[in-house]
Every structure is written in structure tokens, then in C-alpha cells.
């Protein structure tokens, strides 16, 4: 027992996969079918915007940036859960860990980030519709997309850096599909109850910030605010899955085009889907 005690951790089995004898497959083709989605779909996005002139303004640019960060979300996780599905060796490396949740974590919190940027976008563009122009211009929407990317990365540096330094001497057993946080951190021989506690008030912090900008609008332009920006709301979803994983991992992590809030955007908007019909023709 002692001997175990002191045994260094250098990599993680994931034990929240079913074996491939026992059905994998029927798991693997799935996923791969909507990873392909995914990818082609907010590739699409992006060249769409980019070859439509008629694209070039504030809006479709965050939703670009957007599709861009969604693909790079999707892969830090569903690749490495398409090997495991097929694959006996269902393991991880230390590094490779602490990697798949820093991307993860800080390519979602961007996306929430630029999705609040969206909404206050779409705030000026209605509640002061004359000056949008003259706030809203290209130096700023690229300051605010540069922005989002490097704030989202930076905030979660001292948390890995910490995570990095943790004690792990077995057992070496996620039981989940990816690494994460809370699975993480429970193999740590050490207490971590102040960075799960540290991690609740960042989310509840987060929620009450995107509360006061919806109670900022005018009450005689909050319906219309609320019809423009309904896609905005996933915001919540986007926060809850990224600060509540253990309420949200499976789901949002295997399907999460169901709640792409890019996604939402497109299919109600005209032009997009215009774009992309001339896209996919031409």
C-alpha cells in the first residue's frame, strides 16, 4: 500500500469508454460523422465571410472568428476521443492532459468572450444605430476579437501552471471521455477544493456580468434587443459547459453543434445563407 502511495503518475487511462468489442464502433461513426459536420460546416462560415463583400462588417466578422475558434474547440477533444473508441490502449500522457484541458478550457472561454463582444455589437448597433459606424469600426472589432483570443488563453495559464506542480501517486483513472478538471483533480493527492471553489465564483461572476448587459437595454427596445440577439442567449449554455462540467461534459463535448450559437445565427439570417448557397455553387 505504501509502495503505491509513491508511485508517480505519468499518464491517465480513461475508463469512461465502452470497448470496441462491446459496440465502439457504433460510438466511433457518430462522432466522426458530426466531427466532420463541425469542421466543414464552420469552415464553410469562415470562406463564406471572407469572399462576400456584402460580409464585411462587425457581425459576420465575430462570427467568423467564431467558426474558427469552434473547430479548434471540436479538436482538442474528439480526435483523441476517436482514437480511445477504437483503440485498447485508452491512455494519456501527464502533458498531453494538462494540454487537452488548456486548449479546451481556453478556447471555450474566448468563444464566451467573443460572444458577449457579439452581444454588446449587436446592443449598439440597435440602441444607437447612428453611431454604430463610428464606434464599430475595423480597428476595434479586430482589437476586440485579438483581445477575446488572448484573454481566454491567458486567464487559464496560472491554473495549469498549478495543476502542473500537483502530486499524483495513483490511481491513474479518469472516468470520463476527456481530461477536465474536476476528474483531474480528484487523483491529486493533495486537497484542491480551493480551485474548484475559485472556479464556481469565476462562472457565477461571468453569469451576473452577461445579466447586467440585458438589464442595461432601454425597456422600449428590450423586445426588439431580445428578438436580434435571442441567439446570444446560448452564452449561458456556453458559460454553464465550460464552468459546470460535470452537469455538461458528455453532452456539450460529443454534441455541441446543437448548441452553436454560430449555428443559430446562420440559419436565421438571410445573407448568410445566401453566401453560402454562392459559395457551395460557384
Known sequence: MKGN????????????FP?????????????FVIYMFI?????????????????????????SIFSFLEIWYTTATIPKMLSNLISKQRTISMTGCLLQMYFFHSLGNSEGILLTTMAVDRHIAICI???????MTPQLCAQLSTGSCIFGFLVLLPEIAWISTLPF????????????????????????????VE????????????LDY???????????????CGAHL???????????PSCTLRFSATFPPILDTAFALILRNKDMKIAIKKLLCS
Open 5 to 16: 502511495q509513491t508511485t508517480v503518475v505519468t499518464e491517465f487511462l480513461f475508463s469512461g
Open 19 to 31: 470497448q470496441f468489442e462491446d459496440g465502439g464502433l457504433l460510438f466511433f461513426i457518430p462522432l
Open 39 to 63: 469542421v466543414t460546416g464552420n469552415l464553410t462560415v469562415v470562406f463564406a465571410v471572407r469572399m462576400d463583400s456584402r460580409l464585411h462588417n462587425p457581425m459576420y466578422n465575430f462570427i
Open 129 to 135: 444605430p447612428l453611431r454604430y459606424p463610428t464606434i
Open 169 to 196: 501517486c495513483g490511481p491513474n483513472q479518469i472516468h470520463q471521455i476527456f481530461c477536465d478538471f474536476e476528474p483531474v483533480l480528484r487523483l491529486a493527492c493533495t486537497d484542491t477544493s480551493m480551485i474548484l
Open 199 to 210: 472556479d464556481v465564483i469565476h462562472a457565477v461572476a461571468i453569469i451576473f456580468s452577461v
Open 214 to 228: 440585458y438589464q442595461f437595454l432601454p425597456s422600449k427596445v428590450r423586445r426588439k434587443a431580445f428578438s436580434t
Open 234 to 244: 446560448a452564452v449561458f449554455f456556453h458559460v454553464l459547459r465550460q464552468c459546470f
